[in-house]
């Protein structure tokens, strides 16, 4: 009865490495986000999902790819990790009824 | 394009001293403003949302108020665990995907 999880809450990888985040709610809210939260930039928007098979490209899309094959999980992979993709990535669901977003508690991401 | 502007960037007040956080915005349309708290290391927690120009909305010691330009954050007699950064963000329904757009974030430190 989380709400949403992601993990790993911690990686470090090498450049040119292959990445997946992995985000779980257990809400069915069909809509789904990946944010990115940078010093100097805020939180953007990197892909979000609007049900399953539905996805589309957020503000700061390149360089990542997203898959939604059930509603409840919501992977973004990073096929070739970059140092610029170093950053706190956070998960969110929305209320529908209400358009809030709820946010998972990140992923701190260290490309080397 | 949707902006959305804090201050101040940061705030320093001792236990038990009120004020105010402003978030500015300019939108094409405005669905809801949305005030979240992020604590070091954590995922934005949600705290109000205001769908319109004079709607108020409480908890404990924070108010959130909305004109057409710009909202409020009152915070009335603080103590130290409201120490966290808040943040405010907008939801454009002209925009894709119901992205929220983020402020940068006003650091609020309460001193005991």
């Known amino acids: 009865d989380a709400g949403i999880t992601q993990s790993p809450r911690y990686k470090i990888t090498e450049t040119g490495r292959q990445v997946t985040l992995m985000c779980h709610q257990t809400?069915?809210?069909?809509?789904m986000f990946w944010y990115r939260q940078d010093l100097g930039h805020g939180l953007r928007l990197i892909y979000y999902?609007?049900?399953?098979?539905?996805?589309d490209k957020g503000e700061v899309p390149d360089g990542y790819v997203v898959s939604r094959s059930k509603t409840e999980n919501f992977p973004l992979t990073l096929e070739s990790a970059t140092r610029s993709q170093t950053s706190v990535y956070f998960c969110?669901?929305?209320?529908?009824?209400?358009?809030?977003?709820?946010f998972g508690p990140g992923t701190r991401l260290t490309v080397t | 394009e949707d902006q959305v502007t804090q201050s101040p960037e940061a705030l320093r007040l001792q236990e038990g001293e009120s004020s105010s956080l402003n978030c500015s915005y300019t939108v094409s349309g405005l669905r809801g403003l949305f005030w979240y708290r992020q604590d070091p290391g954590k995922g934005p927690e949600f705290l109000f949302t205001?769908?319109?120009a004079g709607e108020e909305k409480e908890k404990e010691r924070l108010k959130a108020t909305l004109t057409k330009k710009e909202s409020f954050l009152h915070i009335t007699a603080p103590k130290p665990e409201d120490s966290a950064t808040y943040l405010c963000?907008?939801?454009?329904?002209?925009?894709?995907?119901?992205?929220?757009?983020f402020g940068g974030g006003t650091r609020l430190m309460v001193k005991p």
């Open positions: 963000a907008v939801q454009d329904p002209d925009n894709a995907g119901n992205m929220l757009t």
């Open positions: 999902s609007a049900a399953a098979d539905i996805t």
């Open positions: 809400w069915s809210h069909s809509y």
């Open positions: 969110a669901t929305e209320d529908r009824a209400s358009y809030e977003q709820y």
């Open positions: 205001l769908y319109s």
